[in-house]
């Protein structure tokens, strides 16, 4: 009997240094988590027969170290959650490695060729769609036409009142001009000419030129005796286009905050809205899972919103290849959620989660396991040396 309980504690210690050994193994894997190997008592009846590695722990919970990669497309996981990734099996895969990119038929994929998983999201919209692949337009965006334009500016209580009738062509005539750049649905660019001038203590006349042609739309700002705009906060100007695009656009310019107070003249918000059409450049990660397609007119579009995978027990989960987890009836049903909300943690890009296994535990307990083989092994060739001296008695 002795025989069999010494060589069930050699087998068990076997079945630990697996465990250890692949822990060490993978100290600098990204996103690997330790486990322990769990030994439990044998008995029949009353009568021990042995040792046995009776469970694995999978340490899930502890977080990784954080390592700085600069590439937009990295992300780790601050909390609980596991990125959600589709294999070519149609199986869903678990994992804490954030490392993405776009292949080339434009769906997003993680470092083993998985396609991520997300919710898609239509431009302009905040809405989320359902759970599926992420797929990245990377053809060209439409132009947007200019509809408004933000413009807040201090009209110099110092200016004086021109002695010449508004002349576009003459400096004198004006007291200050400014250029906005704007849009139309084709995404032909046009130039909006604003000319300033003092008419009176507290008004200001504004011309109106459009692509440099005559100035013949006008306004008045006035202002009360604070130096506050009083009205009219919005001036609509119509912008003939051409080409083909929408004609007789209008431009609603929001004057809303410009002031006459005393000292330099200064501009402060100069910003039309619309854009001219652009090809993809690139995509990237939020900090709140957005993933963001850039564009080579500057703009930015959210196209998807990465999901992260909450379990009920995500120890009972199944680690599979590429540092991968499956779920299983234990661990329960995975709650999907948008980085940040619900149980789901916060991503962190640029960064990756290093491998949570601490080498100097893992070699004290390889020395534990070196001695408790040794010693199950002195057990077995003293057993033996008594079994000789025996039948040589015999």
Do not use: C
Not at 326 to 342: H, I, K, N, S
Not at 379 to 384: A, L, N, P, Q
């Amino acid at each position: 009997m002795s025989f069999d309980i010494a060589l069930s504690g050699i087998q068990a210690i076997n079945n630990q240094l697996n465990t250890v050994s692949n822990n060490i193994a993978n100290a600098g894997t990204y996103g690997f988590k330790s486990s322990r190997a769990n030994f439990s008592s044998m008995y029949a009846g009353a009568q021990a027969t042995g040792v046995e590695v009776g469970s694995v722990t999978q340490n899930i919970g502890r977080n990784g170290g954080v390592l700085n990669t600069g590439r937009t497309l990295d992300a780790s996981i601050n909390g609980r959650g596991f990125f959600v990734s589709r294999d070519s099996q149609n199986t869903q895969l678990f994992s804490r490695v954030g490392i993405f990119k776009a292949n080339s038929t434009g769906f997003l994929e993680d470092s083993a060729g998985n396609k991520v998983q997300g919710y898609g999201v239509k431009p302009g919209s905040s809405v989320l769609g359902a759970l599926g692949d992420i797929q990245v337009p990377t053809g060209q965006i439409p132009a947007v036409a200019s509809t408004k334009m933000g413009y807040v500016a201090n009209m110099s209580l110092e200016w004086t009142v021109p002695a010449l009738p508004f002349n576009q062509t003459d400096l004198t005539t004006y007291n200050m001009s400014k250029l906005s750049v704007i849009y139309d649905s084709l995404g032909g660019k046009h130039n909006i000419t604003q000319y300033f001038t003092k008419t009176a203590p507290n008004t200001i006349k504004v011309n109106y030129s459009i692509d440099n042609g005559p100035a013949t739309a006008t306004s008045n700002l006035t202002f009360n005796a604070s130096g506050a705009l009083t009205s009219p906060p919005v001036v609509g100007v119509v912008v003939p286009t051409t080409n083909g695009s929408i004609s007789g656009a209008t431009v609603n310019i929001n004057y809303t905050g410009t002031t006459q107070f005393a000292g330099e003249a200064t501009t402060s918000a100069d910003s039309p809205d619309g854009y001219a059409s652009g090809s993809f450049t690139g995509v990237q990660l939020d900090e709140n899972g957005s993933v963001v397609a850039a564009y080579t007119n500057g703009q930015k579009q959210t196209i998807a919103v990465l999901a992260l995978a909450s379990f009920p027990d995500e120890g009972a989960l199944t680690p599979v290849n590429d540092t991968s987890w499956v779920a299983t009836a234990t661990a329960g049903t995975p709650l999907f959620d948008r980085p940040g909300t619900g149980m789901a943690g916060k991503l962190s890009v640029a960064t990756l989660e290093q491998s949570n296994v601490d080498i100097t535990s893992e070699l004290v307990g390889l020395m534990t396991s070196q001695r408790n083989y040794q010693a199950n092994s002195k057990v077995i060739s003293t057993e033996s040396a008594m079994m000789q001296s025996l039948m040589q008695a015999l």
